[in-house]
């Protein structure tokens, strides 16, 4: 149940909005061309991925495209308060004048459906929300220049954050919507260092339901046919290459060179080394 509104427009459009709630609420996001940051000031959310839930407590932040996100969130437990930043592709081009900045391009060679993200507690964040809550409270103050000024800096602050790819990822597919097949995003990701819910992430997934697609399509559990793989091209490079074993290693997607050489050993009968020289030897 929405218990106070209030919103700020931007060339006719809604662009602030803070909303506060009561449980039990769900709170529906249009399925429009733009993307949405929520930030949690009281409470806590509940934002429905596929079939399971992310949790967004106080302080943290939500960011999604409102086409293939789903755009739902609920709550339960305790009051709510949203404040929304909402950002517009022909508003973006057109306060940027041409010159879209790199925030807003997908990062090079990524392969990714993903279509949300959860943002922890960051300080410049919230000072930044701070700052719009005093013009919700004094809407006469405000003037089409600062709400401008506002946007670029959310942009500013976004692209600061450890979430920068994602949010590139989410940005992008406003201005150029490209949507990936489930074996694209696979064989992209083979050898990276994602763990299976980073993964499942890319796919726009929940773990759960990335599990049954990937039994369907290769007839095996991801872990399982993810480590075959990378020990194949790990095993490939070993006799066609003089790359240091290290380098290989993290070459095929593991994090270090023990976890590489225990997998490898368990699979061959052999440590990396001997599999070089014994295959070595063999002409």
Same mark, same amino acid.
């Given at each position: 149940?929405?218990?106070d509104?209030?919103?700020?427009d931007?060339?006719?459009?809604?662009?602030?909005?803070?909303?506060?709630?009561?449980?039990?609420?769900?709170?529906?996001?249009?399925?429009?061309n *733009?993307?949405?940051?929520?930030y949690? +000031?009281?409470?806590?959310i509940?934002?429905? /991925?596929? %079939? &399971?839930?992310?949790? @967004?407590?106080?302080n943290?932040?939500?960011?999604?495209?409102?086409?293939?996100?789903?755009?739902?969130?609920h709550?339960t437990?305790s009051?709510c308060?949203?404040?929304i930043?909402?950002?517009?592709?022909?508003i973006l081009?057109?306060?940027?004048?041409?010159?879209?900045?790199?925030?807003h391009?997908?990062p090079?060679n990524?392969?990714?459906?993903q279509?949300?993200?959860?943002?922890?507690?960051?300080?410049?964040? *919230?000072?930044?929300?701070?700052?719009? +809550?005093?013009?919700?409270e004094?809407?006469? /103050?405000v %003037? &089409?220049?600062?709400? @401008?000024?506002?946007?670029?800096?959310?942009m500013?602050?976004l692209s600061?954050?450890?979430?920068?790819?994602?949010?590139?990822?989410?940005?992008?597919?406003l201005?150029s919507p490209?949507?990936?097949?489930?074996?694209?995003?696979?064989?992209?990701h083979?050898f990276?260092?994602?763990?299976?819910?980073?993964?499942?992430?890319?796919?726009?997934?929940?773990?759960?339901?990335?599990?049954?697609?990937?039994?369907k399509?290769?007839?095996?559990t991801?872990?399982?046919?993810?480590?075959?793989k990378?020990?194949?091209?790990?095993?490939?490079?070993?006799?066609?290459?003089?790359q240091?074993?290290?380098d290989i290693?993290y070459?095929?997607?593991?994090?270090d060179?023990a976890n590489?050489?225990?997998?490898?050993?368990t699979s061959?009968?052999?440590?990396?080394?001997?599999?070089?020289?014994?295959?070595?030897?063999?002409?």
């Amino acid at each position: 149940m929405v218990d106070d509104y209030k919103k700020i427009d931007l060339f006719g459009k809604s662009f602030l909005q803070k909303v506060a709630l009561k449980p039990p609420f769900t709170f529906d996001f249009p399925i429009a061309n *733009q993307a949405c940051f929520i930030y949690i +000031l009281e409470g806590d959310i509940q934002y429905q /991925l596929d %079939n &399971e839930q992310k949790n @967004i407590p106080t302080n943290y932040s939500l960011f999604l495209n409102c086409i293939n996100s789903g755009g739902q969130i609920h709550g339960t437990k305790s009051n709510c308060e949203l404040i929304i930043v909402t950002f517009y592709p022909d508003i973006l081009k057109k306060i940027y004048d041409r010159e879209i900045p790199l925030i807003h391009q997908a990062p090079q060679n990524l392969v990714s459906n993903q279509s949300s993200e959860k943002i922890n507690n960051d300080f410049l964040i *919230q000072k930044y929300i701070e700052g719009l +809550l005093f013009y919700f409270e004094n809407q006469s /103050l405000v %003037n &089409e220049d600062i709400l @401008i000024l506002k946007l670029k800096e959310i942009m500013l602050l976004l692209s600061q954050t450890r979430n920068v790819k994602a949010i590139q990822v989410i940005l992008s597919q406003l201005f150029s919507p490209t949507t990936y097949t489930f074996k694209q995003i696979i064989e992209a990701h083979l050898f990276s260092q994602l763990t299976l819910d980073e993964l499942a992430q890319q796919l726009n997934l929940s773990i759960s339901s990335f599990k049954r697609e990937f039994a369907k399509i290769y007839g095996d559990t991801p872990a399982k046919y993810i480590k075959t793989k990378k020990l194949e091209k790990a095993a490939q490079l070993l006799l066609a290459s003089d790359q240091r074993i290290t380098d290989i290693a993290y070459e095929c997607g593991f994090n270090d060179l023990a976890n590489f050489t225990k997998s490898f050993s368990t699979s061959y009968k052999c440590t990396p080394t001997d599999y070089r020289l014994k295959r070595s030897n063999k002409f």
